[in-house]
């Protein structure tokens, strides 16, 4: 056995003298140190000894293991790349060019808004993803049994509170964060609030269980219809250019009274009609309304003093609109091909 070892130390020694390219030193290293090589065939004998022998043919032949492993990582660390300090770059060849990233055309229009709104000397504000069901819906005039909650398949958290009902929940609107901001900045005030949202629906090339919407809402001493008219023209005119005309149809919504449907002349049409706006010229694109008093106090403003109007869209329908998207699931796809298009 002692004889065997040695025989095969002096024919490992050899042959890694040999060895003067990396292609051979990886056919050395298959040879002799790979899970199928011969010093694995070598370690492979132990377990055909017994007692004595066997403990001292397996301490001898770790030992060696050891030592030629020393020798290969020597070997190979001569042969590896050696920078040249004298060797002169060429500054005049080209570079190698570098995929960068670019916003996300949801981030685009977000952005466009957000300008636009911060302009009017709006604040931008956020609400919590996962929400309780009293901001959700109760304390925007929308109770537990009220049909207005059929609209939106909720996904509620599988924990019970301690009146055994299911209290957390994804939120299904930005609208969540009204009485939130109303509790908090009190009156007068001017947001908007955009944000992600979750329902749950059958997704198709128009719907998708993750969605993005903005929220809206101004209060203060004597706002009526007309201020809410107003703000509505001018996102139109932001979003689609200055010839953008607005019709508002009477729509009803648990947390605004009176509600209103806002549609916007079709950009693609210009009004005549055609498949985007089904024949129609008018693109529907957000609901909005004067907020109801209940909704008021529920922010612990007082509507006998303040009013307010607060609107809402979807931020997706948005930005499938202006760039011409068909269909909803491309927003959230990640897909490189897609989003290199913006």
């Known amino acids: 056995m002692k004889e065997q070892l040695i025989n095969f130390e002096k024919t490992f020694l050899v042959a890694l003298e040999l060895v003067k390219t990396s292609k051979e030193l990886d056919d050395f290293e298959h040879r ?4 199928k090589g011969e010093l694995a065939e070598l370690m492979g004998q132990i377990k055909n000894l017994e007692g004595e022998t066997r403990k001292e043919f397996g301490a001898a032949v770790n030992k060696l293991k050891s030592e030629l492993t020393l020798k290969f990582k020597e070997a190979q660390s001569k042969l590896s790349p050696v920078k040249n300090e004298n ?3 060429d500054l005049t060849l080209p570079g190698k060019k570098v995929d960068v990233g670019h916003l996300h055309p949801l981030t685009l229009v977000r ?3 957000e300008d636009l709104f911060t302009s009017l000397g709006f604040m931008i504000l956020d609400g919590p993803e996962l929400e309780s069901d009293y901001y959700n819906f109760e304390a925007l005039n929308v109770s537990k049994h ?3 909650r059929d609209m939106q398949d909720t996904f509620y ?14 939120r299904t609107q930005t609208s969540n964060a009204q009485v939130r901001a109303l509790k908090k900045y009190g009156a007068p005030l001017k947001a908007i ?4 949202t979750f329902r749950n629906e059958a997704t198709d090339a128009r719907h998708e269980h993750t969605f ?6 101004m209060v203060g001493e004597n706002i009526n219809f007309a201020h809410l008219k107003s703000f509505c023209e001018i996102v139109g005119k932001k979003l689609y250019g200055p010839n953008t005309k607005l019709r508002m149809r009477p729509k009803f919504y648990p947390f605004v009274e009176p509600g209103s449907n806002g549609e916007y002349t079709c950009f693609l049409c210009a009004g005549k009609g ?3 706006c089904k024949g129609s010229g008018w693109l529907e694109i957000l609901g909005c309304g004067l907020i109801h008093p209940d909704v008021l106090r529920a922010g612990g403003v007082d509507p006998e003093k303040y009013s307010g109007f607060a609107f809402g869209f979807g931020l997706s329908r948005l930005v499938m609109l202006k760039y011409g998207i068909d269909d909803a699931r491309l927003l959230m796809s990640g897909d490189k091909r897609f989003l290199e298009q913006f």
């Open 193 to 196: 609030i955009p944000g992600r």
């Open 87 to 89: 060797l002169i770059s």
């Open 32 to 35: 002799f140190l790979s899970r």
């Open 157 to 170: 958290v599988d924990k019970k509170n301690e009146d055994g009902d299911y209290d957390l929940l994804m």
């Open 111 to 113: 952005r466009e808004i």
């Open 146 to 148: 009220h049909p207005a």
């Open 212 to 217: 993005y919407q903005l929220e809206g809402l």
């Open 274 to 276: 055609c498949r985007v």
